[in-house]
């Protein structure tokens, strides 16, 4: 993927610490400046703060100091710029989080109809699209409980696809499936990279961030300890840190 | 005794115990207890059953024209004060909950000041004091006093469940329904509570029953619900037994009929998802 043409900075942030009311600092003073279309791998033992910072994204966590702009709207205590950042930042997440009362089709038409205020036939067009693309047209009329993890995840992609967002976060996507249903989903992942989605991507599947992954972040403690291209971090680590966790997780 | 013994005994008996029939005698010797009990209770009372005398209170026919008797009247009035206490309870229980786990400081102290005033003092002290002191002040007849005390009392063990059952949604479905950007609104309307209402169908069920109960009450602000009907055909009759057991039997049958519907929507949930 090196050489893809990348756009302005599409998500901003300075400097943002977040403290737990347990006294756990997440984030202390992280910075990132992210392109568009550009596919952010963040890598880094657990309690690192990565986690954290995506769900700073789009506002499901406070944080305490620093600010966040993603393309162009400030993430503040406004309740509409909120709101907005929200429409424009798909997020899914480890552990799928359906809708068991839905079908398939409904959950994916659900805040197509509720938030773009789509009709019924409109949502349904763009989720059958959708549900094509990530493989699964067949089960628009099934619920969650009756799909594999596998195809769970992929719902849950093209439900946050639905609301064509600009930027698109992924934590721990595949953490919680069975190995053989990791491949579908990074498939999936891989696609939406290709098309110039903008990703920021927490994972632990090296495989995915060398092949798709323009940069990469690994962070330690709440803070970047180095980031660079990812031959730089896998094959040529600068910081001791970073050689440790390579090496460990190689 | 030596195991084989055991075992042996076992093999004979067990399918005997565990026969649904073992159930049904059970149940039929308790019965049978229970009716002799009463039966000895009330001949050592020496009192008088006249059952034959009970029938015209329920209904009765008059020139080929079915007359509905004073219970059933008073069923009536039970059942339209159950009805609307019941729309009101689960309003004021869901608005508590919801302003409970609101944002806003006075929101919660609102809510909570409802909450401990109603649960820690008696049902008829707020009924007397509704119908004595507020009834006069805001001119509304002692029915609205009525219902607006049920409704009050059941409402706030109401809003218990409804916490409970909305606390009880994964945290994973609100922040989903953040993600996608849905307003507070739609995510209690679409992902929150119809989830929730799956927990709390049994416990809001046992509320409803007392609530049908606890109705009984309205007679001491001489309401003509099933209760106070009771009252007054045993103060003419005398047939005190008789009357009470027919209007226990009454509210049975509607607890009952009210359990088995929420059984039937507790299971159509069930299956949904």
Redesign the interface.
């Known amino acids: 993927m090196q050489g893809k043409e990348l756009g302005d900075y599409i998500i901003e942030v300075e400097r943002i610490r977040k403290t737990f009311p347990n006294g756990i600092q997440a984030l202390y003073d992280f910075s990132a400046r992210i392109r568009r279309s550009e596919v952010v791998v963040i890598i880094g033992p657990s309690g690192a703060g990565k986690s954290t910072f995506l769900r700073c994204l789009n506002g499901l966590e406070d944080f305490d100091s620093g600010t966040i702009t993603i393309d162009g709207i400030r993430l503040d205590d406004n309740k509409e710029n909120r709101l907005e950042i929200r429409k424009e930042v798909g997020m899914v997440f480890q552990l799928f989080n359906l809708f068991p009362h839905m079908t398939v089709l409904e959950n994916v038409n659900l805040a197509q109809m509720l938030v773009r205020k789509k009709n019924h036939d409109e949502a349904t067009k763009v989720t059958m699209s959708l549900l094509e693309k990530v493989g699964i047209p067949d089960k628009a009329q099934s619920y969650p409980s009756q799909l594999s993890g596998g195809q769970q995840q992929r719902v849950a992609i093209a439900r946050a696809l639905a609301m064509v967002p600009k930027v698109m976060l992924f934590d721990e996507a595949t953490s919680a499936l069975d190995p053989e249903m990791i491949g579908e989903v990074l498939d999936v992942m891989k696609t939406l990279a290709q098309e110039g989605m903008t990703m920021v991507v927490v994972t632990h599947e090296m495989g995915f961030a060398r092949e798709v992954g323009d940069r990469v972040i690994f962070m330690d403690e709440g803070r970047t300890v180095e980031e660079g291209s990812v031959e730089q971090i896998f094959s040529n680590p600068q910081k001791e840190r970073t050689k440790q966790f390579i090496g460990q997780i190689l | 005794m030596p195991p084989v013994n055991n075992k042996r005994s076992r093999r004979i008996w067990f399918p005997v115990i565990h026969s649904p029939w073992s159930d049904v005698i059970k149940f039929l010797l308790v019965l049978a207890a229970l009716t002799w009990l009463l039966y000895r209770g009330t001949e050592s009372l020496g009192y008088n059953w006249q059952w034959h005398r009970v029938s015209r209170y329920i209904v009765s026919v008059k020139d080929g024209q079915v007359i509905f008797g004073p219970l059933i009247q008073g069923l009536l009035v039970t059942l339209r004060i159950c009805g609307w206490s019941l729309v009101f309870s689960f309003t004021f229980g869901l608005l508590t909950a919801l302003l409970r786990m609101s944002d806003s400081v006075v929101g919660r102290g609102v809510a909570r000041c409802y909450l401990e005033l109603i649960r820690n003092t008696p049902l008829l002290v707020q009924l007397f004091f509704l119908y004595f002191v507020v009834a006069p002040v805001l001119n509304i007849d002692r029915f609205t006093a009525g219902v607006l005390a049920l409704s009050l009392f059941e409402g706030a063990y109401a809003s218990e469940i409804f916490r409970a059952g909305i606390v009880s949604v994964?945290r994973?479905?609100w922040?989903?329904?953040?993600?996608?950007?849905?307003?507070t609104f739609?995510l209690y309307r679409?992902?929150i509570l119809?989830?929730a209402t799956r927990y709390v169908l049994p416990p809001l069920t046992s509320q409803a029953v007392a609530l049908i109960k606890d109705s009984a009450l309205v007679s001491t602000i001489a309401i003509y619900d099933l209760t106070m009907q009771g009252q007054v055909i045993i103060s003419e009759t005398f047939l005190t037994f008789e009357i009470w057991f027919t209007v226990a039997a009454i509210y049975l049958v509607l607890t009952v009929i009210l359990s088995t519907m929420a059984d039937i929507m507790a299971y159509r949930l069930k299956t949904?998802?």
Do not use: D, K, R, V
């Open positions: 994964a994973g479905q922040e989903a329904a953040h993600s996608l950007g849905l307003s739609n679409y992902i119809p989830q949904i998802s």
